[in-house]
């Protein structure tokens, strides 16, 4: 039996899920006898997993207004590609994971195009959580045949406005793994005794390298002064980031070092059982800090052309930035956003969280508690379950 799959994600975190995905379906098709071929938009992570990627979406990716413009007219290109590949040859079914925008765009032009192609979305648009305008939805339930929800309140959310709707978990779930012990850790990343890293996570997106990146290293200069001690490791997860990151720890002459792309799989359980604090953006790296326990601070930044037209003109609402705090509904990790993300406030909370038991013990009770909100373990493996059954 053969059977064609579609995946269409941007990003980074996309390609990481889809990647885990991919690998999923691949072996519950496997376990069927059913010869599987899965192509589609994503990255190297994908296509390390068999996926033939169409297009590499993971460079043309954006948050806000003005840092999107550039990418409009490259990603309409890949989109019209795509969107005749799926007419020309089209698959058992066509499953979209985040990236909003474009998969919102390709999604609503099959269903109006009548065609029969069965539409899943998996990792949806967090509208539970945030509003633009007038409160309206996007019109995901009306192509979307089925969404996987990983989130519970995403799952009610939708189900609510009729929407058929699979509660499967938060994928995050199944890379978390027990970290080795310090000692050992401290062997193979050949720290003294008494050495423990500050980890920053700025940039997945270039303008990230901009808004973002310079505000963290100067923080980490700070607390390296107060806490000599501390290393400061930069995971990167785009090799194009790597010689920026480098260039700016020998401008604050910190030290620390970048930590490649391709050895992250490699190192990042020693540096994550190592961690004393981590500065980071929002977005995924926040929920698996998060189910490891390791205290962060979350910071983020947009151009002030799109801070305005979000608030004035869209009437962008949001409370929280990090899924963390969404899930939660409340500040379990401290968040510095637009005006008030500068290396002073945040030089003093990090000193705070390294300081006092107390404030530690607070983000490990915030951490206890978002671990019930996020499922059971298993989660890619019940998607894939549930789409390789719907194509047989």
């Known amino acids: 039996m053969n059977r064609k799959i579609f995946i269409s994600t941007g990003e980074v975190s996309g390609d990481l899920h889809g990647s885990l995905l991919a690998n999923a379906l691949f072996n519950e098709a496997k376990k069927k006898s059913i010869d599987l071929e899965i192509c589609g938009l994503g990255g190297a992570r994908m296509k390390k997993e068999g996926v033939q990627i169409l297009q590499d979406t993971t460079s043309i990716s954006a948050i806000g207004i003005w840092e999107a413009l550039p990418l409009i007219l ?215 800090l998060a189910l490891y326990g390791i205290p962060q601070i979350i910071g983020y930044r947009v151009s002030r052309v799109t801070a305005f037209i979000a608030k004035r003109i869209l009437n962008f609402k949001v409370r929280f930035i990090s899924p963390v705090n969404l899930l939660v509904k409340k500040f379990i990790i401290p968040e510095f956003v637009q005006k008030n993300f500068n290396e002073k406030k945040i030089f003093f909370k990090a000193c705070r969280l390294l300081d006092l038991t107390s404030e530690k013990v607070k983000i490990k009770k915030g951490y206890t508690l978002l671990r019930k909100e996020l499922g059971e373990e298993g989660v890619v493996d019940r998607a894939a379950k549930e789409i390789i059954n719907s194509i047989i």
């Open 74 to 288: 490259p990603t309409i290109r890949i989109q019209r590609r795509f969107y005749k590949l799926l007419k020309k040859y089209p698959p058992d079914c066509l499953i979209l994971i985040d990236y909003m925008g474009p998969n919102i765009n390709i999604g609503a032009k099959l269903k109006r195009s009548r065609n029969n192609i069965p539409i899943y979305y998996y990792i949806a648009p967090q509208e539970w959580a945030w509003r633009v305008g007038n409160n309206s939805t996007t019109n995901l339930i009306n192509f979307s045949d089925k969404i996987f929800a990983i989130f519970k309140q995403e799952a009610i959310f939708y189900r609510r406005r009729g929407g058929n709707v699979s509660w499967v978990g938060h994928p995050m779930l199944d890379l978390t793994k027990k970290l080795p012990s310090k000692k050992f850790s401290r062997t193979i990343l050949k720290l003294k005794a008494n050495q423990n890293i500050l980890l920053l996570m700025p940039a997945s997106r270039p303008q990230e390298l901009k808004y973002i990146l310079p505000t963290f290293l100067k923080t980490a200069k700070k607390l390296q002064l107060r806490y000599p001690s501390l290393l400061v490791y930069i995971p990167s997860c785009r090799s194009i980031f790597d010689e920026k990151f480098r260039q700016g720890l020998e401008k604050y002459e910190i030290k620390g070092k970048v930590i490649s792309q391709q050895d992250n799989s490699k190192f990042m359980p020693y540096i994550y059982s190592l961690t004393k604090l981590a500065l980071c953006k929002s977005g995924t790296v926040n929920m698996e």
